[in-house]
């Protein structure tokens, strides 16, 4: 399409115009009007004209993607424009395209947010070299060592650049097809010509669309062009995104500003946050000016920048929005050809309106002028355009670099973050190698980039002085312009691999600004020493040290750049050298004197002048320098050095004064500079900066000492360090106040001197100091690290340094140095261990140990030395053989200054003088020592000479001598070892000299062995005495107690019968099951908990049990003080089968009939921990008291909640809400003698249970006022009685009670007590006179009777009270309800809590594979113990018309006239049913009276029996009704049963059969007899288990050996122990009394299960029951994160809607949006966050979350309290990766998801949660609502 003019502009508007009216739905018809257009400029006036009209029509909301309008924009604005490129259909076109287009083998994938990304440690070039999902998986890679990590939006995928992998640069997806030749084709070849000169002019016009619009300044009218002649005052204002202000800030803002509700300020907030923009008011011209005007002012408080918030017209929000939406559409048609992409490339290559820039220098420009997703639209069009291919990738990259200066400066003033910048992009042109190369050459991109960063510092830098002075008010563009470095590390990651003249100039121009950079560090924040007071403010220091981070890598690649390169290497050498020059300030000089050696010593005292730890100039020439050798090079040959060099002297100062600092420090002599100065020292060591920091200040020193003699370098270091005074003899007796001050401080400053010599000397571990690797270098690392104790792996990499790359090189050596143990438990992890043949290799003074490491590696190895007692631990090892620049560095060893160091030391030691002796400072000097005669032995075996011994030997007393003195001295003592050894080889080097003037060390070596020897025998004369004595004591012990029982014989026959009895009880945590077996052991036959033939418990005595609080010992009583234990109750959904049941309205709630599904439960716990009720009392009361005082802003920072009651367990801290008192054993409660029982059979029981149902509850008649009050006084005085109608325990009444009749007479009543025959017939006329008076006398005669028949329970009030609490709290919690003690649902609460913890325990131990009662913990049994005690007795302490009410619905079910009033048997869970029956039959009324506790014990064996087999029975038509079994016979396990199993099997086919004919179900196919037998049996487990359970508690009958331990089959033992007969088909067969029969039938025939089981959709709950498991995870991590990266957050759409942390529900499966103000609810009229949204609803409260993107396992226990725990995948080494840190390959850990499974289980979350926030106080600041 040519480019000259076309007609006038009216006539192609009216043309347009006509078009839309009756075109705007044909797509093709509008395109072939535009395609009418002749020249550019006629067809972009048709567009616009388009666009002026129907932009804003399409656009209406102001918001930046609502589904409705992309998509009308979709079919009106964008259809078109394909029609018009395709010149046909788009969909044919497009595919036509696809099958010639030859696309690049490049993926380009652009990542989202948070989407999962992996880098290959082998392959990958550099970390950001990195694979997306899809190419991940179809790679080679994913069988290597992979990295994985989250993208932070921006980025693409590099699989198919052959510059990012060292190998298998593609996945199977893009693998070049070898069957075509890999020809160059224009890929222009391919689009017809038409379509390439319509793409071309509708390309150029979009994109200058977008620009102008996104871009415009004033956003009041749209641009000219795009302006209509009628504009209404439709205005809005909007709010943009910074990152200064928090969403509080911005929420509280927009309330107050637009009088929003919180919920749509949270909503605008997480819009602009999210998409860089929001509309907050839509409106009238001044309603919007004035929300703007509010928001400028509220946010712009105490000089803080304000939000950015313009009012804009409707019409320009509607065209932006429309640009947005362009700009995914480029992106999209760039990928349907290699053609379109190249002519969309092509347009962006373009000027801009005919300036000098083109559109893509205009705008990476004007990036910071535009929002988040204006930016991010623009970059995802570079990536999928420009950065696809080669070309146009280096046209890119070198527009970046001409205006990388303007970019980065306008960054740094920006305050969006770096992701969302266009300096993000540097990173894909700078990392590969050809553009970055070419950059170099071409455009000198060192240079601009050193130069950029080093102008923008300028203004850091003090005029004065000429270095960085950084405060804290105005560093932070500086952080943000430190990306810079970044680029810089990019760059320096691609060293050349040939070197030309051109890239030399180059490179060393970028090492000339880079010197500038150091110059202004180095010396930057120097300190001086305070001695006066303290420093009143802490200097700023982060900066400098995350500056020098930062640079850290650059100038190790640099350095490595110039060692290259010979010439390059000169060049920067000398360049450096002179840069130093100028930055050192000149010092005088003087003569110092030592061991008769003179040298002139700068002079420079550390401790008055100014010091830094920042010599960054000296340092880097240190790296230079220790480059030289590779070229056989060194500090004097010749053209080496520039004009006025630094001398070895001037070199060495600088390094030394900080290692002199270091050493004051250490001596508190710098205790007045406060923090500041000690942070510095710590990291100026620590492995992030000890590479370009400390390494570096120590190879100058040994370089330094290399290039002079040894004594002067010593005699330096000596005055340097304020020694040589220190070293005289007459230091030793002078007692000027100097020197005094210098003997308390130059002790310390002597063992650090000490410390630096052997640093020097042995520290050659360093590739061209010593003969060694880069592999050596890093083995010794991590052996010294592992020598203090074993380490994981990750602990072992973080104490490493880090390359550019990241890596360590830790996996090369590691196996060479330590085994690995894999991890036990689930606690642990996987650890390394130090081989044993490695521990002779370990320094104790390794120069990167800290003090603290120091001392551990020395107690580690006094506790070898115990062991093992080996003296060559303790000797130093050989250092490796130095470099040849470094060959004289052992020469230091052998010096006469060093040996009058050590002679000084040694002397002062032997002779103890004037306190100026160490242990420290002995052991440094025999260190050395050792270190000279190992540099002997080898020089000796080398032919070299070295003089150690001979210079040792001279003197009087010569050093060998004093040597030999130390043999017994108390301060060398502690390295004796080390002694004996260095006279040892003294010795020897002695022997091979022929020297023997020295008395022969042998001696003494004898003499330590008889040493030895004397003090083992003495030790051995201590332990013999010690053991007389003992046997002494025992003998006097034996005497008194026989004595004792010569003088008691009498108690010792009583108890001697029960001995073995008590032994047992006082050995077990059951003392009840102890007892009983023993008891068992003389029955003949089992146990049996029911009916007559129940076996008799064996009472337990009370026990004695100590209060946690007071410590005193109490008995559990039910008249005294109570004793109660921490309980925590908590609704629960583990059980359930319906997790997606809606819990309902709490006050409608219909708790007593509990569903099969069991949707919800409450659960309760215990620690198991006893207390007095009124100590516990007093320990809640003072952590309310407690909290009351705390101050406002430190409420709630607490891991429990005390407006719930919440409180930790004093003892263990396990989190409790409540407490449940401690009753006595139910049967030790009634005297043998007074438990009448009568004895009912099961028909007779049924027929009573339908009188009940039919006469209905009975109203309780209430006692006249003049009632006797009869019953017994409590402990506390008091007369206690318990709620009517149970005051005094009227006679036993019950449904098979002994008394039936209340109005029996006096006379009768008495009669047989042997009263009335005593008292005479006086007294029995009395009685029968009596009787007349009526009811009141008729019940003081039943209290009477009372008293003579028996005890009555006596309950303290203190007892009644816990009893109450407890139900309450079951009550309120369980309901989530406010407290109600007249609600008539109480008492059904207790009842269901007691089922519904019985079935969790049964569950966990089922789940568990342990037997029902033998591997039961104490805290199970003495928390089921404590809780049915207490649901028998607790049902008497609510009103009983409420009580019978709800027992006569209870037992309707098993009323055949009355079962179908109520749910059917499908629909209930009947264990539930059986202990609500049992713990309420009791109260069961007869004759308008109600029964007593009494008759409940008494008669519980018989009626428990009939409710047992009555729901029993019902459960076995459940599991019958429900059964899905296939007609597969197993032969051979039908063969091996015998004829009895045979006929049950049939017998239970039978009933099979005909109870479904009841219920109407027609099989097509009979399932086989045994294997529906089998099912049964299986299904019917669970049931008697937990029946077991409860009946064992309720009864207190011990339990069968067989449900002791692994039983193959349990239910043989269960039925018995449960009295029901084994032939379980017995209870379902026609044989059976009539009346069941009708039940049976009743059951089947209810309206509402033929129409469940004939529902194929109905969520029936089928038998056996599976035990609820958490989810099913992959067992690869990747895998997972690749399933949850396609999640989006369900409230966002557009280019934002990628969720930033989806959190997996693992009890569901659910993917919901955490930690986001998106999807934020309210619950009960708080807000909060999806997860704790979930939680409430999936499990009651409690969640298991799996951040995938973090790999964090979120453990929520409330709205407000949860913690962070490990997650299950472990990488190989056995650890979590908390973060993807590492990023590890992970794999699930089927232990550790084991052990979370039992944890779920257990319901052990809460307290998981509290003892978490109790030992990690920061968790409590996190808002855990909104997550």
Not at 91 to 117: A, H, N, W, Y
Not at 512 to 529: I, K, Y
Request: proline residues 5%; charged residues 25%.
């Amino acid at each position: 399409m040519a480019g000259h003019q076309g007609p006038d502009d009216v006539t192609v508007t009216e043309r347009n115009r006509a078009t839309m009216e009756g075109l705007l739905n044909q797509p093709m018809i509008l395109a072939q009007e535009w395609q009418k257009c002749t020249t550019k400029v006629e067809l972009k006036q048709a567009l616009y004209d388009f666009w002026r009209e129907n932009v804003p029509l399409a656009y209406t909301s102001n918001e930046l993607s609502v589904p409705e309008e992309d998509q009308l924009c979709h079919d009106k604005l964008l259809d078109p424009l394909e029609w018009f490129i395709c010149n046909g259909d788009p969909k044919i076109v497009i595919q036509q395209l696809k099958k010639t287009d030859s696309p690049p083998q490049l993926c380009g994938r652009v990542f989202k947010m948070g989407e999962p990304t992996y880098s290959c440690r082998d392959c990958a070039m550099d970390p950001t070299c990195v694979l997306c999902i899809e190419c991940f998986q179809k790679s080679n890679h994913k069988s290597h060592r992979y990295r994985m990590n989250t993208s932070g939006g921006g980025g693409y995928c590099d699989c198919g650049d052959i510059e990012a992998w060292k190998s298998d640069p593609y996945c199977s997806l893009h693998q070049p097809n070898p069957e075509k030749p890999s020809q160059v084709h224009d890929p222009l070849d391919h689009i017809p010509l038409d379509m390439q000169s319509y793409a071309s002019a509708l390309f150029c016009i979009l994109l200058h669309y977008c620009c102008d619009t996104l871009q415009q300044e004033d956003p009041e009218v749209p641009i000219e062009e795009l302006r209509s002649k009628s504009m209404g005052d439709t205005y809005c204002t909007m709010l943009f995104n910074d990152e200064i202000h928090t969403y509080e800030q911005v929420i509280d803002t927009l309330k107050k500003a637009v009088g929003c509700t919180a919920k749509e300020a949270v909503e605008f907030a997480t819009i602009v946050d999210r998409e860089g923009r929001s509309t907050v008011r839509n409106g009238p011209y001044k309603d919007c000016e004035r929300a703007r005007t509010i928001i400028k002012r509220n946010t712009s408080h105490h000089d803080a920048k304000p939000l950015k918030v313009h009012v804009m017209h409707t019409t320009v929000v509607a065209h932006q929005t429309y640009a947005l939406r362009l700009l995914s559409w480029l992106s999209e048609v760039a990928t349907y050809a290699d053609g379109l992409r190249q002519l969309l490339c092509q347009e962006l290559m373009k000027t801009f309106h005919g300036s000098e820039d083109t559109i893509l220098e205009q705008l990476m420009l004007q990036d910071t002028k535009l929002w988040k997703v204006a930016r991010i639209q623009w970059h995802k069009v570079f990536m999928c355009t420009l950065l696809m291919d080669m070309e146009y990738k280096k046209q890119f990259a070198i527009m970046f670099t001409k205006h990388y200066s303007q970019i980065l400066h306008d960054f740094a003033e920006d305050d969006h973050d770096h992701a969302v910048s266009v300096t993000s992009l540097s990173v894909q042109i700078y990392t590969v190698p050809t553009v970055s190369r070419m950059l170099i050459t071409e455009h000198n991109l060192l240079a601009v980039i050193l130069k950029t960063f080093v102008n923008y510092t300028q203004k850091y830098i003090e005029a004065n002085k000429g270095k960085f002075h950084f405060l804290r008010m105005n560093v932070n563009g500086l952080r943000r312009f430190q990306y810079v470095l970044i680029d810089l590390r990019y760059i320096l990651s691609n060293k050349p691999d040939e070197w030309s003249s051109a890239v030399r100039e180059r490179v060393m121009e970028g090492i000339v600004h880079l010197l500038d950079l150091l110059s202004a560090m180095h010396g930057m924040d120097q300190v001086v020493r305070q001695v006066g007071q303290h420093i009143e403010i802490e200097p700023e220091w982060e900066t400098a040290f995350n500056l020098q981070i930062k640079l850290g890598p650059c100038l190790t690649l640099l350095l490595d750049w110039c060692s290259s390169d010979r010439s390059l290497l000169l060049s920067a050498y000398r360049a450096t050298m002179t840069a130093l020059r100028k930055s050192f300030d000149p010092c005088p000089d003087k003569e110092i004197e030592v061991a008769s050696h003179k040298t002139q010593c700068l002079e420079y005292n550390v401790s008055v002048k100014p010091v830094t730890v920042h010599c960054t100039l000296v340092r880097f020439l240190a790296g230079l320098q220790l480059e030289l050798g590779k070229y056989n090079l060194s500090y004097f040959s010749d053209g080496l050095l520039p004009q006025h060099p630094l001398s070895p002297v001037e070199l060495l100062e600088e390094p030394l004064r900080t290692q002199v600092l270091m050493a004051q420090v250490y001596a508190t002599m710098w205790r007045r500079n406060g923090y500041s100065l000690l942070n510095q020292i710590y990291y100026y060591q620590n492995v992030t900066c000890q590479r370009e920091m400390y390494d570096k200040d120590i190879i100058m020193l040994q370089s330094c000492a290399c290039m002079m003699d040894t004594n002067e370098f010593l005699i330096r270091a000596l005055d340097r360090f304020k020694l040589v005074r220190f070293l005289t003899t007459e230091f030793e007796t002078s007692s000027t106040p100097e020197d005094i001050q210098l003997r308390a401080q130059g002790l310390t400053i002597m063992e650090e001197f000490l410390h630096l010599m052997i640093v020097l000397v042995s520290e050659r571990y360093v590739p061209g100091v010593g003969q060694v690797t880069n592999t050596d270098r890093v083995r010794r690392e991590v052996l010294h690290q592992l020598y203090i104790n074993p380490l994981s792996h990750s602990e072992i990499v973080k104490a490493l340094p880090k390359d550019h790359c990241h890596e360590t090189g830790v996996e090369e050596v590691i196996n060479s140095v330590a085994n690995f143990k894999k991890p036990v438990g689930t606690n642990g992890k996987g650890l390394y261990e130090i081989k044993p043949e490695c521990v002779r290799e370990y320094s104790p003074f390794f120069y990167h140990y800290s003090r603290v490491d120091q001392s551990k590696s020395e107690e580690q190895q006094r506790k070898r030395m115990k062991l093992d007692k080996d003296e060559l631990e303790v000797c130093p090892p050989l250092p490796p053989l130095p470099s040849l620049n470094f060959k004289n560095l052992a020469h230091l060893l052998d010096s006469d200054v060093f040996i009058h160091v050590v002679r000084t030391v040694i002397r002062r030691t032997a002779s103890h003088i004037r306190q100026i002796f160490s242990e420290h400072s002995i052991h440094r000097a025999l260190y050395l020592i050792g270190l000279a005669l190992l540099e002997e032995k080898r020089h000796t075996s080398m032919g070299e000479d070295f003089h150690f011994i001979d210079k040792a030997a001279k003197g009087d007393p010569s050093l060998l001598s004093m040597l030999q003195s130390l043999t017994g001295n108390s301060t060398a003592e502690p390295h004796k070892e080390l002694l004996a050894w260095v006279l040892k080889i003294i010795a020897e080097l002695q022997l091979s000299k022929g020297k023997m003037n020295a008395p022969p060390p042998s001696s003494s070596k004898e003499g330590s062995k008889e040493d030895k020897e004397k003090q083992e025998a003495d030790r051995k004369k201590k332990a013999d005495i010690a053991q007389k004595r003992r046997s002494h004591l025992m003998d006097q012990m034996k005497a008194m107690q026989k004595s004792f029982i010569r003088q008691n014989p009498e108690f010792f026959e009583e108890t001697s019968i029960s001995a073995r009895e008590e032994r047992l009880a006082s050995s077990s945590i059951d003392s009840v099951d102890m007892v009983s077996m023993a008891a068992a052991e003389m029955r003949p036959y089992s146990y049996v908990a029911l009916g007559p033939m129940q076996t008799l418990a064996v009472q337990e005595d009370v026990p004695k049990v100590t209060c946690i609080l007071c410590m005193e010992e109490s008995d559990i009583r039910l008249d005294g003080e109570s004793l109660v234990l921490p309980m925590f109750v908590q609704r629960s959904t583990v059980l359930s089968k319906a997790r997606d049941k809606d819990f309902g309205d709490p006050d409608e709630i219909e708790p007593l009939f509990v569903d099969a599904h069991l949707s919800w439960g409450v659960h309760t716990g215990t620690c198991g921990h006893i207390m007095h009720a009124d100590c516990w009392r007093g320990y809640f009361e003072s952590l309310v008291t407690k909290e009351k005082r705390r101050t406002f802003r430190f409420n709630n920072n607490l891991s429990y909640d005390l407006s719930r009651q919440q409180y930790l367990c004093p003892l263990c801290k396990t989190i409790s809400n409540t407490v449940i008192p401690l009753i006595p054993s139910l049967q030790g409660l009634i005297p043998e003698e007074e438990r009448v029982m009568t004895i009912t059979s099961f028909p007779e029981w049924l027929n009573i249970v339908k009188g009940i149902v039919r006469s209905g509850p009975i109203p309780i008649q209430q006692s006249s006022p003049e009632a006797v009050d009869l019953s017994t006084t409590s402990a506390e005085g008091s007369s206690v009685d318990m709620e009517e109608p149970c005051a005094g325990l009227l006679p036993p009444v019950g449904i098979t009670g002994k008394w039936t009749d209340p109005k029996q007479s006096g006379f009768e009543m008495l009669h047989g007590t042997g009263l009335l025959e005593t008292l005479g017939d006086a007294a029995s006329q009395t009685i029968q006179q009596l009787e007349t008076l009526g009811d009141a006398a008729s019940q003081k005669l039943h209290k009477f009777y009372n008293l003579l028949h028996g005890k009555s329970f006596s309950f303290s009030k203190s007892v009644q009270e816990m009893i109450r609490m407890y139900s309450k709290a079951a009550y309120t919690v369980g309901l989530g309800v406010m407290p109600n003690d007249e609600n008539e649902r109480v008492p059904i609460l207790s009842w269901n809590v007691c089922a519904y913890t019985i079935q969790a325990t049964e569950l966990l131990l089922r789940s568990k594979g342990k037997p029902l009662f033998g591997e039961m913990s104490s805290r199970q049994t003495e928390g089921l113990k404590a809780l049915v005690r207490f649901a028998v007795v607790n049902t008497f302490y609510h009103k009983q018309n409420h009580v019978q009410k709800h027992t006569v619905r209870l037992l309707s079910v098993l009323s055949a006239e009355h079962t179908h009033s109520g749910p059917s048997i499908l629909d209930l869970d009947l264990f539930s049913l059986l202990a609500s029956i049992c713990l309420s039959c009791a109260t069961v009324p007869k004759n308008d009276k109600t029964a007593g506790l009494k008759t409940t014990i008494t008669n519980l064996p018989i009626e428990g029996q009939h409710a047992m087999r009555a729901t029993f029975t019902a459960h076995l038509i459940q599991i019958l009704l429900t059964a899905q079994i296939q007609s597969h016979v197993d032969e051979e396990s039908f063969m091996e049963q015998d004829g009895a199993s045979n006929q049950q099997a049939e017998a239970m086919l039978r009933a099979y059969i005909a109870v479904r004919e009841l219920a109407g179900i027609t099989d097509d196919v009979k399932p086989n007899a045994w294997t529906l037998f089998n099912h049964v049996r299986t299904s019917c487990l669970p049931f008697l288990r937990c029946s077991a359970i409860f009946f064992r508690f309720i009864t207190g009958v011990s339990t069968p050996s067989e449900l002791k331990g692994l039983c193959m089959d349990e239910v043989e033992p269960l039925c018995g122990y449960l009295a029901l007969p084994s032939d379980l088909s017995s209870l379902v067969s026609d044989d059976q009394d009539s009346s069941m029969q009708e039940l049976i039938r009743a059951w089947c025939q209810h309206p509402d299960l033929r129409s469940q089981l004939n529902d194929p959709d109905a969520n029936i709950i089928r038998f056996p029951i599976q035990i609820n498991q958490l989810i099913d995870l992959p067992e690869d991590y990747s895998d997972l994160m690749n399933n949850v990266s396609l999640f989006t957050c369900p409230k966002a759409s557009g280019a934002q809607s990628d969720s930033r942390a989806p959190a997996l529900c693992l009890i569901c499966g659910a993917v919901v949006c955490s930690q986001s103000y998106c999807c934020q609810t309210e619950i009960d009229g708080e807000t909060v966050g999806a997860c704790t949204a979930h939680s409430m609803t999936c499990g009651a409260g409690v969640g298991l979350y799996l951040r995938v993107r973090e790999c964090q396992l979120l453990m929520m226990s409330a709205k407000n309290k949860g913690c962070v725990h490990q997650t299950p995948y472990l990488d190989e080494y056995g650890e979590p990766d908390l973060n993807l840190r590492r990023g590890n390959p992970l794999h699930l850990s089927h232990e550790h998801y084991s052990h979370l499974h039992e944890t779920w289980l257990s319901h052990s979350i809460p307290s998981q949660v509290a003892h978490r926030l109790e030992a990690n106080i920061t968790l409590l600041t996190i808002d855990w609502q909104n997550l």
